[in-house]
């Protein structure tokens, strides 16, 4: 498995922590307001019409079904090698007990290609594993926060209806309401600590740069910039 389909593989993973984190972040959202909505439905507003997305849950769900799919083929590879290597050492002891050190010094070239083959494929698959784990925490955390959100906009329903009917009911509710924003804050700062993933060795590591360029790329050209204020697309405003 060359570091091409690592890439490949990391790319998918890479597009939905980017597209969580820019979710996070947007318009100060940080995982309250309207994030059910896009938690459970699809994109709203110009973005959402512009490029129609699917609900982040599911693209969530997919990337996980998708890498843990991956992975099961990560495996098979790693005995492979691992069944190889086996019969290299086999081989080298054998021409050893030849006298045949030509024949053994090429097979042990090949060994040492296979082993580092092997220990790139076994660093890439902790990482993934890692963030398989990261990307269910999210994902369940995504449900959580959704049911919080559901539950404020009730209470904030409750209060308008009840407060000219109770006195004293509507400092009450505001401190619910209060009380489950502060959770939802707790909540956006763990996820945003979750957004990062470590991995493990020096070849891994450039395999997960590259695939960052690439899926940082792609989001782009799925979510173009959208025109700050006072710029008008390069139209002269003195036309």
Do not use: C
Not at 87 to 115: C, G, M, P, T
Not at 162 to 183: F, H, S, T, V, Y
């Amino acid at each position: 498995m060359s570091k091409y389909i690592l890439i490949a593989l990391y790319i998918p993973l890479l597009e939905t922590l980017i597209f969580f984190g820019n979710t996070l972040h947007t318009d100060g959202d940080k995982l309250t307001g309207d994030f059910s909505g896009k938690w459970e439905g699809p994109i709203r507003g110009i973005k959402g019409a512009l490029r129609p997305t699917e609900p982040l849950k599911i693209q969530v769900d997919r990337t996980i079904k998708f890498i843990e799919a991956q992975l099961g083929k990560v495996n098979e590879r790693i005995e492979n090698y691992i069944r190889r290597e086996k019969e290299l050492s086999e081989k080298i002891v054998q021409a050893y007990e030849k006298h045949d050190d030509a024949r053994a010094k090429i097979i042990a070239n090949e060994l040492a290609e296979i082993r580092k083959h092997k220990d790139l494929l076994i660093n890439s698959k902790l990482s993934l594993d890692k963030a398989v784990l990261r990307l269910r925490t999210l994902y369940e955390l995504g449900n959580f926060t959704s049911i919080m959100n559901i539950a404020k906009r009730t209470v904030g329903e409750i209060r308008v209806n009840m407060a000219p009917l109770i006195p004293g009911i509507n400092p009450e509710l505001m401190q619910i309401e209060r009380m489950l924003d502060e959770i939802m804050m707790d909540i956006s700062r763990s996820a945003g600590e979750n957004l990062n993933f470590d991995v493990e060795g020096v070849e891994a590591e450039k395999i997960l740069e590259e695939a960052a360029i690439v899926a940082k790329s792609r989001m782009r050209m799925k979510f173009p910039d959208l025109p700050r204020n006072g710029e008008n697309n390069g139209v002269d405003k003195n036309r």
